[in-house]
């Protein structure tokens, strides 16, 4: 078994190079560490390649929002070029929720339940000015509109506009891929 460095609390496995070839430590120590270390840091890089290229988004419209997301999944911008055309039906099926449009407080616990059903790893692109914080909806002591999709749950890409034109989604599907390929995720 491994030892536990007091300091980081990093496990310290034996190592097992029978090659005797050296291989640096990703955590930057001067000692060497085993390959299949190694390997499971590149398995990790190409699984997040994976997910990247085979985004597979929510069929989730709520207003006007909804309809440039329909049209930049149609033939003419065709988001299938990027991976992340396959709208799904099911919340069971989709690790991409794409907020798009107007988040009344009803509606604010079935997105909740949606996002909970979603498996993990699990992104959301918020879309629209009404999505990302009430839009014109947005007055003092209004009680139908929530002000914020990330109240609701976490955002990971945030697509200004009223509403964001096909070009704009594909822009953002673009970064949330390169997100993903970068291993970076808020848990939420």
């Known amino acids: 078994m491994g030892k536990v460095d007091r300091k980081d609390g990093v496990v310290r496995l034996p190592l097992v190079n029978p090659a005797n070839t050296p291989v640096r430590d990703p955590l930057g120590d001067e000692a060497m560490v085993d390959p299949a270390v190694v ?3 590149v398995l990790d890089d190409l699984l997040n390649l994976g997910r990247a290229n085979s ?3 929510l069929t989730f419209g709520l207003a006007c929002c909804a309809i440039e997301m329909m049209a930049a999944g149609a033939s003419k911008y065709d988001m299938d070029r990027f991976g992340a055309g396959v709208f799904r039906p099911s919340a069971r099926q989709a690790d991409v929720m794409i907020l798009a449009g107007t988040i009344s407080k ?3 616990p079935v997105i909740r339940q949606l996002w909970d059903q ?5 992104w959301a692109i918020a879309m629209g000015g009404c ?4 839009g014109p909806f947005k007055y003092p002591n ?15 890409i945030y697509i200004p506009g009223c509403p964001p034109r096909p070009e704009a989604l594909i822009a953002g599907i673009l970064q949330l891929k390169e ?3 970068a291993g970076r995720r808020f848990e939420g």
């Open 55 to 57: 985004l597979w988004p």
């Open 118 to 122: 979603m498996p993990s790893p699990k």
């Open 106 to 108: 009803k509606m604010s």
């Open 179 to 181: 997100k993903v390929k």
């Open 131 to 134: 999505t990302i914080d009430g």
């Open 39 to 41: 390997r499971l840091a």
């Open 142 to 156: 209004q009680y139908a509109i929530e002000e914020g999709a990330d109240k609701i749950v976490p955002v990971d």
